[in-house]
């Protein structure tokens, strides 16, 4: 079960590893965080796809494969190939400061992810898997 005020505090600690956006203030980031909301790792990299696959690539690495229960934070759109790539790692959510396109709200439904978009500013709007967050503590 996913806490809403996890959830929330999600984007902030994306940020706040996000050391070569700092420099750079052009870069994606793709975190991966505990279902308590514990950082376990950030990849920053131009494009969010490439993001998101570093941070695969250090999952497979570190022999962390299956991300069961985990969530994963994007800061770009989470569009239907995230989504494809959440799920191949078996991750419990995607979330994303940003909106999902249809086919990924689409896939996410179909499999049973959940999909979390919109996440700033202490809010967020649940695209899929809405039975494993919990909005009250």
């Keep these: ?46 494009g969010r796809h490439n993001a998101l696959d570093e941070l695969i690539g250090w999952a497979l690495m570190e022999d962390r494969l299956p991300l069961s229960g985990r969530v994963v934070l994007v800061s770009g759109r989470p569009s239907f190939e995230l989504v494809q790539k959440s799920l191949a790692t078996g991750a419990a959510a995607l979330c994303s400061v940003s909106a999902p396109s249809s086919l990924a709200i689409d896939l996410a439904g179909e499999f049973d992810l959940t999909l979390v978009g919109f996440l700033h500013d202490g809010r967020f709007k649940l695209y899929s898997g809405a039975e494993r967050v919990r909005l009250r503590s």
């Excluded at 809403?4 to 203030?25: N, Y």
């Excluded at 994606?28 to 965080?33: D, I, S, T, V, Y």
């Design 1 to 46: 079960m996913l806490r809403a005020e996890v959830l929330v505090s999600l984007p902030a600690q994306l940020r706040g590893a996000q050391k070569l956006f700092e420099s750079t203030g052009g870069l994606h980031a793709a975190g991966l965080f505990s279902p308590d909301g514990d950082r376990m790792a950030v990849r920053e990299d131009v």
